[in-house]
């Protein structure tokens, strides 16, 4: 309690108890006016440091969505094959929704996420034009029956190296007293370093006898760059607590046989209040992958939405 507080409550209980008038700057309406406005203020400023001290401390996040992805790419069956359009030739690209979820451990400056996906796209084609798939030339107009699995898992980590308006610019860099504990935008450069395990499993059954089976994963480590934006408006919106808008892109080889692979993951997330989210955002995985002559070119892309909690 202040001591300004004090002094009006102290005013008003000697006009009630006392009935005499005693010097004041209002009248006593206007002082208890005064008196809950106190408190109000008061109550305000806890409530805003209890949520700065909720905000520091460690927290785990889980991504419960749905993601639309399409399958596309070139496929090649054998030395030497021809590269068979994942639409056009196997009928394979209509687009899917499937599970996607996603787990975020983040304390301090370090952001640790696991994710994976599922996905099975089954279909029947026809070859556009003279093909070769193992060696043998199938003849344009061919049909095949063609189904592709691909399931995913990754964990990933990134680094806060550039925080603006913390205490702390860098990790390397001194305190900034002057610095607002809890700034209404919060801005975060990443650096990201990840490992992807890929298996994709194929299957065409080709007009006249002929087939092709495979199962294979690559192993695929890469590193990244990655940017948040964090905006605080339970000060100026009592039905929202913070929007967030986040990017990551990263790059690296596929082990075992492969070439490469590229993601991308982005996201909008709004927050009514501060456990409970709500995001829209886009994801992309394009792989090149080889191996024995065989080969996938392409990846699969779509946008996502899903609902995340916070601990």
């Known amino acids: 309690m202040t001591s300004r507080t004090a002094m009006v409550r102290i005013a ?21 006016a005064d008196l809950r406005e106190d408190e109000e203020a008061t109550s305000s400023k806890l409530d805003l440091d209890a949520l700065d001290r909720v905000r520091t401390r460690p927290t785990l996040e889980a ?14 069956l054998g030395s030497g094959g021809t590269a068979l359009d994942a639409g056009d030739d196997l009928s394979l690209d209509d687009s899917s929704a499937i599970f ?28 556009r034009q003279d093909s070769v798939v193992e060696g043998s030339t199938l ?32 990790p390397w860099s001194n305190p900034d007293p002057g610095v607002v504990p809890d700034p209404v935008i919060d801005l975060s450069l990443q650096a990201v370093a990840g490992l992807r395990v890929i298996n994709l499993e194929q299957r065409y059954d080709f007009e006249g006898d002929e087939n092709y089976v495979s199962n294979r994963a690559w192993f695929c480590p890469y590193v990244g760059v990655g940017a948040q934006i964090d905006w605080s408006t339970r000060r100026s ?13 990263g790059w690296g080889p596929a082990l075992s046989g492969g070439d490469s692979t590229f993601v991308v993951r982005a996201d909008f997330t709004i927050y009514p209040i501060r456990n409970l989210g709500i995001s829209l955002g886009y994801r992309l995985n394009d792989f090149t992958l080889s191996r024995d002559g065989d080969g996938f070119d392409g990846g699969l892309q779509g946008l996502f939405a899903g609902v995340e909690y916070v601990w």
């Open 12 to 32: 008003v209980g000697m006009i009630a108890i006392l009935g005499v008038a005693i010097p004041t700057f209002g009248s006593s309406e206007a002082l208890m």
């Open 63 to 76: 991504t419960i969505g749905v993601w639309f992805p399409r399958l596309e790419g070139l496929v090649t």
């Open 139 to 170: 003849a344009a107009g061919t049909t095949v029956g063609s189904r592709v699995e691909v399931w995913s898992i990754n964990a990933e980590a990134s680094w806060l190296v550039y925080t603006p308006f913390r205490e702390r610019r860098t």
């Open 237 to 249: 919106m009592d039905f929202l607590d913070r929007v967030v808008f986040d990017a990551t892109a």
């Open 100 to 127: 996607n979820g996603e787990f975020e451990f983040e304390a301090g400056r370090w952001q640790i996420l696991f994710g994976g996906y599922l996905i099975k796209a089954e279909d029947e084609g026809v070859l």
